[in-house]
């Protein structure tokens, strides 16, 4: 990074360098060099239903525009819905049309992931609990962070489960939804909802299956709930309006499933 930092203060000429990798260069231990002002961040989700589809989205403009919602038409799902929910974005899974190709590559991408760039990012003991964390993660899509029940669940103190949170958002495998409140310091304790970065990661940490989603309905919910989450996420990297992403949930426990905030003080509720 000192280099690239001498390089372009010498030539200001954007685009010359283009770095990519699976972790968030900004919170890598070992670099000490941020590029501030020299550097654009850009996060690349997996791909979004429509960019798979070849149509640019613009629900989220369509929802804060100044004329008011106004609904699109929405042509039939091909694939249909519970095929989409179990492949995801994942470039080389949506090429791969058998299931169980696409099960290898995911069981490949989770090892690696969790065993070579974990190592990378951290040096910490008890790699053994990541995947079954992320497991368990991926069995409360959608659920408020409860820190102290899952340190119950995989028998790790709540320092250890906070610093392998981090490392799974840091390599984009985790994301979490903060609660939204008028209150603005509110919304920096109440608990956040987590989601994964794709439903298909999802469908294969649960074992779901097509027969699984026919014969149990209610399998159906947190991946549809995770999908759109996801969805929120992606888009507003190309729309007009810039929004940021939130869950609502009251004392009384009332609560929808995500709100958005635009500028001005605009939202805007989405509930799956």
């Not at 042509?75 to 190709?101: I, Q, S, T, W």
């Not at 209610?218 to 992403?245: D, F, H, I, Y």
Request: aromatic fraction near 6%.
């Amino acid at each position: 990074f000192p280099a690239l930092k001498a390089s372009v203060d010498r030539d200001r000429r954007p685009g010359r360098f283009l770095l990519t990798g699976s972790a968030n260069v900004l919170l890598l231990p070992k670099i000490g060099e941020s590029l501030a002002g020299r550097i654009e961040i850009c996060t690349l989700w997996p791909l979004s239903e429509g960019e798979l589809a070849g149509v640019k989205e613009t629900f989220i403009d369509r929802l804060f525009s100044a004329s008011g919602w106004a609904p699109a038409t929405v042509a039939p799902m091909d694939p249909p819905l519970p095929e989409r929910l179990l492949r995801g974005g994942f470039p080389e899974v949506v090429l791969r049309p058998e299931a169980g190709r696409r099960e290898a590559w995911f069981r490949a991408y989770i090892t690696t992931l969790l065993q070579r760039d974990v190592r990378d990012l951290a040096n910490i003991e008890g790699l053994t609990a990541m995947p079954r964390l992320l497991m368990l993660l991926a069995s409360r899509v959608g659920g408020l962070l409860n820190v102290a029940d899952l340190g119950r669940s995989l028998g790790a103190p709540h320092s250890t489960l906070t610093r392998y949170l981090t490392l799974l958002e840091m390599l984009f495998l985790l994301h979490r939804v903060p609660a939204w409140s008028v209150n603005l310091g509110k919304r920096l304790v109440k608990a956040p909802k987590t989601y994964l970065c794709d439903v298909g990661l999802v469908a294969h940490l649960n074992g779901v299956t097509l027969e699984r989603l026919g014969q149990d309905p209610g399998t159906v919910g947190p991946l549809l709930e995770n999908l759109v989450a996801m969805e929120l996420l992606k888009q507003p990297g190309w729309s007009q309006n810039r929004v940021s992403l939130y869950h609502y949930r009251s004392t009384a426990g009332q609560e929808v499933d995500f709100l958005m905030e635009g500028s001005g003080d605009r939202v805007a509720a989405v509930e799956v």
